[in-house]
């Protein structure tokens, strides 16, 4: 299958809530389409009406969507057309038109799935669209009704973290230990729903209880089984063929699924199941994007398929930064060419060609030309005047004096997360970061850059003397700081125009002079620059070629720092605790 183009509504009247005149040719994006915009600019939306329409295109009911919409498509060599204007709805194949009756008698004019990665705690989506499905679909399986991967509407979140992280061992064990701190499975422990599982062997015996009875049948007297063992389950199906539980990993998926995850007790046949790592660590010890990251690879290398639409909500957030690098690889390696994805990323928006960006405006969806200027943000040229109509209206906005503070925050932020104490304390952290080209561009920006009225905006400022300079360009009471005391560093100021906070970088020994590589320690730093000294100096043969060391640490250290612990960011707490205390103060 390859999407070509949707269209939902023409007005106010006729569309899907604020999704209005709203198209999106999907052809010049080359299977990867990223929806940005601000909230409520109808992201989410166009997801939920896409969800909808193939809902109901499943079903054969498209007669009952109340809203229009143009959709096509190609399947199997034939070129899908299918058009609802409310009162008619009309079908055409290689641009021949066809009765609703023919089109729906054909399976091989419909796509294989949809899979939704969902990243929020909202339920709209699922309630709206996907409880019907799955709730049919666990009663016809556990039923016998319906064959194992009857389900075309699949909906991932974290409920799926266990079966990800399972199916993914089974598949490529090297490849997920490396995102779980090199992690292994060593034990896998079994809560068996017995008494439903004895009920429905009897009564409708299927693959699902036939799959689940084999398990139990390998579990010790503590309800575990090594991942080796797990692996050399055999048992005989219903056409009485031998079978190896782990060969077909999508069956694999669809059976624990229908096990484990119904909402009504009375279909579980599997309560829970837990995952014992060799270093004693479990599911909960893992960042929130690590698991992120296992659910996308889960997509990518579990269940995607050619003909299979993918929608994804903020697939980015909570990524590594330098994960966030290989993100769109990761998607465009994928067998399927049909991924639609939202986000908030600067860091993803930096990585991607415009042509793959739509941008969502109170509904509609435009080209997303303008991202050109975010990109020249990011590397420190940029239009102020346009900023305020791209991208990220209503987050908290972080503003840097360069690119490489925002690679020093972001892994920072990430890496302390690994902690979790640390990301209990952080969760609520949800910012973006923008540079505003060097200290000295600070004082134009903060005149004009105008944020919205339910987000705060504050600016970080080094304590050097181009930190300094900014600050008295800012604020017209300061003719100079120089007599400034530790508590008059460590004050949040506010810049009464703009409501724009200002704070310097705070740092426990309270140094007059202080940036914010700093937070790395002097000990990392001399490290470093004894590295570069000798690297750099092997081949001088005369005295102008000795180098800068500041120069070149401060050039160097953003991609040497990816590969730091996280016990090298400790000091970083002290900036984070910081903006935390600008953010929730009024």
């Avoid at 782990?246 to 009504?264: E, F, G, Q, R, W």
């Avoid at 104490?421 to 850059?449: H, V, W």
């Avoid at 100079?480 to 200002?502: G, L």
Wanted: overall charge negative.
């Amino acid at each position: 299958m390859r999407l070509k183009k949707i269209t939902i509504g023409k007005n106010t009247l006729d569309g899907y809530k604020n999704l209005q005149n709203c198209t999106i040719e999907f052809e010049e994006r080359d299977g990867l389409t990223i929806l940005i915009g601000n909230n409520g600019s109808g992201k989410s939306n166009l997801l939920e009406a896409i969800s909808f329409i193939f809902h109901k295109l499943f079903l054969k009911q498209l007669t009952s969507i109340d809203f229009k919409f143009l959709i096509e498509y190609e399947i199997n060599g034939k070129s899908i057309r299918i058009h609802n204007q409310r009162s008619t709805l009309k079908f055409s194949i290689n641009n021949d038109d066809l009765n609703e009756q023919g089109f729906y008698s054909d399976d091989t004019n419909f796509p294989d799935k949809v899979f939704t990665l969902y990243s929020g705690e909202e339920l709209r989506l699922w309630e709206n669209v996907y409880y019907e499905p799955y709730t049919t679909y666990y009663h016809d399986v556990i039923n016998n009704r319906v064959a194992i991967d009857a389900l075309q509407m699949n909906y991932i979140n974290k409920y799926y973290w266990n079966i990800a992280v399972l199916l993914l061992f089974i598949k490529d064990a090297n490849k997920i230990a490396r995102i779980l701190n090199n992690s292994n499975i060593e034990n896998i422990k079994f809560d068996i729903n017995t008494q439903n599982l004895l009920n429905y062997s009897n009564s409708n015996p299927n693959k699902v209880t036939i799959a689940v009875n084999a398990i139990m049948t390998h579990l010790n007297t503590e309800n575990k089984i090594t991942f080796e063992n797990f692996n050399q389950i055999s048992y005989i199906d219903e056409y009485g063929d031998s079978n190896n539980l782990t060969d077909i990993t999508l069956d694999l998926y669809y059976i624990l699924l229908v096990a484990i995850l119904p909402k009504d007790n009375n279909y579980k046949t599997i309560n829970k199941f837990d995952i014992e790592f060799d270093n004693g660590l479990n599911i909960s010890d893992f960042s929130e994007g690590q698991k992120k990251e296992i659910l996308v690879i889960f997509i990518t290398d579990v269940l995607a398929s050619v003909d299979s639409l993918f929608l994804l909500d903020e697939p980015d957030s909570h990524i590594h930064p330098v994960k966030k690098k290989n993100l769109i690889k990761i998607l465009k390696q994928s067998d399927t060419k049909n991924i639609i994805m939202t986000t908030h990323s600067p860091t993803l928006i930096r990585e991607v060609d415009n042509r793959h960006f739509v941008l969502m405006q109170d509904g509609e969806a435009k080209n997303a030309e303008s991202l050109e200027i975010l990109k020249e943000i990011t590397d420190n040229k940029w239009s102020i005047d346009s900023i305020n109509n791209v991208l990220i209206a209503n987050k908290d906005i972080i503003l840097v004096e360069g690119k490489t503070d925002i690679e020093y925050i972001e892994t920072a932020l990430s890496k302390l997360r690994e902690y979790p104490r640390y990301n209990k304390r952080y969760e609520n952290l949800d910012f973006t970061l923008l540079p505003f080209g060097g200290a000295s561009g600070l004082s134009n920006f903060i005149n004009k850059f105008n944020g919205s009225d339910n987000q705060k905006v504050i600016a970080l400022l080094d304590r050097d003397q181009a930190g300094k300079d900014s600050f008295v360009n800012i604020f017209d009471d300061y003719s100079s700081i120089d007599n400034f005391t530790s508590d008059d560093f460590n004050q949040i100021y506010i810049h009464t125009p703009s409501k724009i906070k200002v704070f310097f970088l705070p740092n426990k020994e309270d140094k007059k002079t202080f940036e914010i590589e700093d937070y790395f320690g002097i000990e990392k730093l001399k490290k470093l620059g004894r590295k570069l000294y000798k690297d750099k100096t092997e081949s001088i043969t005369q005295l102008k070629q000795f180098i800068d060391i500041k120069t070149q640490i401060k050039n160097e250290l953003p991609n040497e720092c990816q590969s730091f612990n996280k016990e090298d960011f400790k000091d970083f707490k002290q900036l984070f605790d910081k903006l935390k205390e600008a953010i929730e103060t009024p």
